[in-house]
């Protein structure tokens, strides 16, 4: 799935974002803040439209009530505020306690609020004859939570809690000629190890979910009764959000890393994102793979794990006993393709697989690894060079064959230390590549730019030769041809690009329609190969 950035806005506010709302109607998206500031920004150019500062405390929650087009904001000084067009505010309500969470439930015609250890709903009054938007006097409570109240969802008539007391729980709402009452139909006490900070509802034509997202670093995927369907523990901390995009049928889910974590709430699949690129280096026999944590692994052939494999001769009585042995280093379909046994080139092929161990572990970066280009000795120099780049905007040389970090690029411009002084590009860095022939690397970045400077081992020498400008969207991927000496670059604006050999100009474009996702030079013809979208060309 192709993204693309939309717009970003930084440095909004000095204090942190505690809620985040959006106004269909009028296109806007809302930002709470720790200091009950409340900012109104414009969808597709960013510019403030508007802010508010009547809240005391931190805003908790920022909800749309689509029947009204008013926006309700909640916040830990106990006020509900009830907000119009520009930012004006048509009621402020004193609830006594800090406010957690909040939801509508348009079946019942209620609000529902999340406090310390209990839940209240309070009927809707639009009209304000009760001298409130909610009525004050017909509310009504419940205390099975005996912690912070910290989401609410609504679905029919039935209202979903969860908080950080672990449980999970699911009420009814009915009503008697003298009062609404809440029931509990469902609680579980122990959903997760931890506080439960998140819930989201995903409703399609075929099913009703709900995820749970906690401390204690996994995702609960519950069926509309409560009951649990699935754990997910492929994270790497704390989960911090997560988000249903409907139009693509799937679950962001974001757990203290640079990125999101996609889910088909479908099949309960995460995209394994764990490890972003690899490349393998002949002069080493060393397998480099990147990961999203920022750490790059080095992987060896480890010849006593190899030895330990049977041989091609196994007898056809042992088949089953090895392919349950070693199911998990096989491909699915070389399962189903042979049940009795092993085919010969299955099994030569796993031999390497299983006998693969990481041996090192480079440290260096701190955000997403999306860039490798290994510097041989056949380039003239004395041991094995690592160029890396990733989401963190660095640029690292290191030595191979000591799995040391030599050098971090580093501005010159820059005397005193700042965030700046160690950022290659505005943008990430996507890909890189090194050129023997001009002793140069190129780095590709989401700014839309390729980057051109001198290799060395010190960062003053890195020299930057050019800037490659053209593309119109994020570059994903740039190399070097060695045949015709020429730089080349694919992008998510759906063209491949063929510069001069020095870049100072782009020579041609090849249209392809769609995201080049990757690219790579046949090293008899020259032919350029693509990654396009799910093709190759």
């Not at 039935?158 to 709402?173: H, W």
């Not at 397998?287 to 692994?297: E, F, K, R, W």
């Not at 505005?426 to 022939?437: A, E, L, R, T």
Request: hydrophobic share 40%; net charge negative.
């Amino acid at each position: 799935m192709a993204m693309q950035k939309h717009l970003s806005i930084r440095d909004c506010h000095p204090r942190a974002i505690t809620a985040l709302g959006f106004h269909s109607a009028k296109r806007e998206f809302l930002t709470g803040f720790e200091d009950g500031v409340i900012k109104w920004w414009d969808l597709d150019s960013g510019r403030l439209s508007q802010s508010a500062s009547e809240h005391s405390g931190m805003v908790t929650s920022l909800l749309y009530w689509a029947q009204t087009r008013l926006v309700l904001s909640s916040s830990n000084d106990g006020f509900l505020i009830v907000w119009t067009s520009g930012a004006v505010v048509l009621d402020k309500i004193k609830l006594g306690s800090p406010i957690f969470s909040i939801a509508i439930n348009l079946r019942r015609h209620l609000l529902v609020c999340g406090f310390s250890k209990h839940l209240s709903v309070y009927p809707l009054d639009e009209q304000k004859a009760s001298g409130h938007m909610i009525d004050l006097k017909k509310k009504f409570s419940d205390n099975v939570h005996t912690d912070i109240v910290s989401c609410v969802l609504c679905l029919d008539s039935q209202i979903y809690t969860v908080g950080y007391d672990r449980k999970f729980i699911i009420f009814d709402t009915y009503q008697t000629p003298e009062k609404m009452c809440l029931k509990v139909v469902h609680c579980n006490s122990h959903a997760h190890e931890a506080g439960i900070t998140h819930l989201l509802l995903v409703r399609e034509h075929e099913s009703t979910r709900f995820l749970t997202g906690s401390f204690d670093g996994t995702v609960g995927v519950w069926s509309q009764d409560g009951q649990l369907i699935q754990r997910l523990r492929n994270f790497t901390g704390v989960i911090t959000g997560i988000c249903y995009v409907a139009p693509v049928k799937t679950v962001w889910i974001t757990s203290g890393i640079g990125h999101p974590l996609l889910l088909d709430p479908r099949s309960g699949d995460i995209d394994p994102v764990d490890t972003t690129r690899s490349l393998f280096t002949d002069e080493m026999d060393v397998l480099v793979m990147a990961a999203t944590n920022g750490d790059i692994y080095l992987w060896e052939f480890d010849e006593s794990e190899t030895a330990s494999i049977p041989d091609e001769t196994a007898e056809p009585d042992d088949s089953q006993n090895l392919m349950k042995k070693y199911e998990h280093f096989l491909a699915p379909e070389s399962i189903a393709e042979s049940p009795i046994g092993f085919s010969k080139k299955s099994h030569v092929l796993n031999k390497h697989l299983v006998g693969m161990t990481c041996r090192n572990v480079l440290a260096g970066h701190f955000k997403t690894v999306t860039a490798l280009a290994i510097i041989g000795k056949e380039c003239g120099f004395n041991t094995v060079y690592l160029l890396s780049g990733g989401w963190d905007r660095r640029l690292c040389v290191w030595d191979l064959e000591k799995c040391t970090l030599i050098e971090t690029f580093s501005r010159p411009e820059q005397e005193q230390w700042s965030e700046l002084k160690e950022v290659a590009c505005d943008g990430y860095i996507m890909d890189i590549c090194y050129s023997p022939k001009r002793k140069e690397f190129a780095y590709a970045s989401s700014d839309g730019k390729i980057y051109i400077r001198n290799f060395s081992t010190v960062s003053s020498e890195m020299t930057l030769v050019n800037i490659l400008i053209g593309h119109e969207a994020e570059v994903t991927t740039v190399i070097w041809h060695h045949l015709i000496d020429k730089w080349i670059s694919g992008s998510e604006d759906g063209t491949i690009r063929i510069w001069s050999e020095h870049g100072a100009h782009c020579e041609k474009v090849l249209v392809t329609k769609e995201v080049v996702t990757c690219l790579c030079i046949d090293k008899v013809n020259g032919c350029i190969v693509a990654g396009v979208q799910d093709t190759i060309r």
